[in-house]
């Protein structure tokens, strides 16, 4: 079977040097394209002052521009639902739907077709929405973030509207945090420096590598210390689960789209936490055709020592898809 899997970039990876102004919108998508991705993810209210409100027609002339210039697609639009919106005011369902209807119209503004729901959505939410989502063509993929699966009770509850309703337009979006064999590195080493002690971090980390149950391990370093930084860093075993990518398979066709996290690509161009060649088969051989999105988070551990270089690490994150994915 000719492999369809497709590779995206989140500008999201970008955003130290977009934060700085080191990098402009059209820096980042510029060094997406450099990768030879051919999908582009976005933030909205990251990337696009006003988000979620339409721009303004010559934002979106600009914007398809820069899509024909660096020959890219736009693939997924990031959402989010600030319940807090206005102080001592939470935020009603029905006030929550008009705020994921501007998305849904932001969204196709800008020609993507997937939405990636943020992952306390909950289902009643994306079931009132759907019928708006369906007439505007925008498929919503509920975000499978650690320390979820996509076979949790969360998810099931997701999968139970997408059964009821047999919409083509809701499904999952896998983020590869959920497949985290060991800690990240860059997470431990800035806990360290912020005060925690290295024994109790190797520790964690030992015991997340055998598998251990996370709320054991919080136990025992609960006996070891009181300070609030060490149970930090057990906690991370909590944040930071591991499941057989197996558990992928009976969801395949309900997948529409994948997060590429990534903390920590290394020199030879593999990620130290997630062990991407034991998932990307998985996706293939059961026939995931779309794209995985690489989303660089590894900045905010490192920015305290050493000079954040987002592009690089993308790069890198993207050269190990393409080398699994034509291999």
Same mark, same amino acid.
Not at 62 to 73: H, I, L, P, R
Not at 151 to 157: G, Y
Not at 174 to 182: L, Q
Not at 187 to 210: F, L, S
């Given at each position: 079977?000719?492999?369809?899997?497709?590779?995206?970039?989140?500008?999201?990876?970008?955003?130290?040097?977009?934060?700085?102004?080191?990098?402009?919108?059209?820096?980042?998508?510029?060094?997406?394209?450099?990768?030879?991705?051919?999908?582009?993810?976005?933030?909205?209210?990251?990337?696009?002052?006003?988000?979620?409100?339409?721009?303004?027609?010559?934002?979106?002339?600009?914007?398809?521009?820069?899509?024909?210039?660096?020959?890219?697609?736009?693939?997924?639009?990031?959402?989010?639902?600030?319940?807090?919106?206005?102080?001592?005011?939470?935020?009603?369902?029905?006030?929550?739907?008009?705020?994921?209807?501007?998305?849904?119209?932001?969204?196709?503004?800008?020609?993507?077709? !997937?939405? %990636?729901? *943020?992952? &306390?959505?909950?289902?009643?939410? =994306?079931? /009132?929405?759907?019928?708006?989502?369906? #007439?505007?063509?925008?498929?919503?993929?509920?975000?499978?973030?650690?320390?979820?699966?996509?076979?949790?009770?969360?998810?099931?509850?997701?999968w139970e509207v997408m059964e009821r309703t047999g919409t083509k337009h809701f499904g999952f979006i896998p983020d590869m945090g959920g497949f985290t064999?060991?800690?990240?590195?860059?997470? !431990?080493? %800035?806990? *360290?420096? &912020?005060?925690?002690?290295?024994? =109790?971090? /190797?520790?964690?980390?030992?015991?997340? #590598?055998?598998?251990?149950?996370?709320?054991?391990?919080?136990?025992?370093?609960?006996?070891?210390?009181?300070?609030?930084?060490?149970?930090?860093?057990?906690?991370?075993?909590?944040?930071?689960?591991?499941?057989?990518?197996?558990?992928?398979?009976?969801?395949?066709?309900?997948?529409?789209?994948?997060?590429?996290?990534?903390?920590?690509?290394?020199?030879?161009?593999?990620?130290?936490? =997630?062990?991407?060649?034991?998932?990307?088969?998985?996706?293939?051989?059961?026939?995931?055709?779309?794209?995985?999105?690489?989303?660089?988070?590894?900045?905010?551990?490192?920015q305290d020592i050493y000079e954040v270089d987002s592009v690089e690490q993308v790069r890198r994150h993207q050269v190990m898809l393409s080398r699994m994915?034509?291999?």
């Amino acid at each position: 079977m000719t492999n369809q899997i497709k590779r995206a970039v989140s500008l999201y990876s970008y955003q130290e040097e977009f934060f700085l102004r080191k990098m402009s919108l059209e820096d980042c998508i510029a060094a997406a394209a450099a990768t030879g991705a051919t999908g582009i993810e976005m933030v909205g209210e990251q990337s696009v002052q006003g988000c979620p409100k339409i721009p303004s027609e010559a934002f979106i002339d600009q914007w398809f521009g820069w899509m024909d210039k660096y020959k890219v697609t736009p693939v997924a639009h990031d959402m989010f639902l600030d319940y807090n919106k206005k102080k001592g005011h939470y935020w009603s369902d029905e006030e929550a739907v008009e705020s994921f209807k501007k998305d849904i119209l932001f969204a196709k503004a800008l020609g993507f077709k !997937i939405i %990636r729901v *943020i992952v &306390n959505t909950t289902p009643q939410i =994306i079931e /009132k929405v759907l019928p708006f989502a369906e #007439e505007h063509d925008i498929i919503l993929g509920i975000e499978v973030h650690a320390p979820w699966n996509i076979n949790s009770a969360w998810m099931e509850r997701h999968w139970e509207v997408m059964e009821r309703t047999g919409t083509k337009h809701f499904g999952f979006i896998p983020d590869m945090g959920g497949f985290t064999r060991r800690l990240p590195r860059v997470q !431990i080493e %800035r806990m *360290i420096r &912020n005060g925690a002690d290295p024994e =109790i971090a /190797k520790y964690v980390c030992e015991q997340h #590598e055998k598998g251990i149950m996370a709320e054991y391990t919080i136990y025992e370093v609960s006996k070891m210390s009181n300070k609030r930084i060490d149970m930090a860093v057990a906690e991370m075993s909590r944040h930071n689960t591991f499941v057989n990518p197996l558990s992928l398979v009976p969801h395949i066709d309900r997948i529409v789209h994948i997060h590429g996290k990534c903390l920590e690509m290394l020199e030879d161009c593999t990620e130290y936490s =997630i062990p991407y060649n034991e998932v990307v088969p998985v996706l293939q051989k059961h026939g995931y055709n779309g794209y995985i999105a690489t989303e660089y988070e590894g900045n905010r551990h490192i920015q305290d020592i050493y000079e954040v270089d987002s592009v690089e690490q993308v790069r890198r994150h993207q050269v190990m898809l393409s080398r699994m994915i034509n291999d």
